[in-house]
Nanobody, 123 residues
Framework: VQVVESGGGLVQAGGSLRVSCVAS????????MGWYRQAPGKQRELVAS????????TYGDTVKGRFTISKDDAKTTVYLQMNNVKPEDTAVYYC?????????????????WGRGTLVTVSS
């Protein structure tokens, strides 16, 4: 499984931006996809995630009510709609996919990470 992000950029505080993540490879094995972010000098944190089956969502406390994660019907693309963005939302946003793979003949939960897309919010 591979994931590639797109859509980052510069946005003013209070504005909106949408980032996308496209998955490829053994997409039928993907269980969950999500967005994480890492600001300079800070640890990577969960922004939002969504289960591929059922579409159950989880959000980080700092983005609840402002960000929305969604997926397309083909289950290959996940979107993060960011509304009312704040300067503290500035970070590199990484896409993550959790999937079931086979390692040494055994089923194993694995992760794929994208290279990230930079979101900068100006005040």
């Amino acid at each position: 499984v591979q994931v590639v992000e797109s859509g980052g950029g510069l946005v003013q505080a209070g504005g909106s931006l949408r980032v996308s993540c496209v998955a490829s490879g053994s997409i039928s094995s993907i269980l969950d996809m999500g967005w994480y972010r890492q600001a300079p000098g800070k640890q990577r944190e969960l922004v939002a995630s969504i289960t591929i089956t059922g579409g159950r969502t989880t959000y980080g406390d700092t983005v609840k009510g402002r960000f929305t994660i969604s997926k397309d019907d083909a289950k290959t693309t996940v979107y993060l709609q960011m509304n009312n963005v704040k300067p503290e939302d500035t970070a590199v946003y990484y896409c993550n996919a959790e999937f079931l793979g086979v390692v040494d003949g055994h089923d194993k939960y694995l992760e794929a990470w994208g290279r990230g897309t930079l979101v900068t919010v100006s005040s």
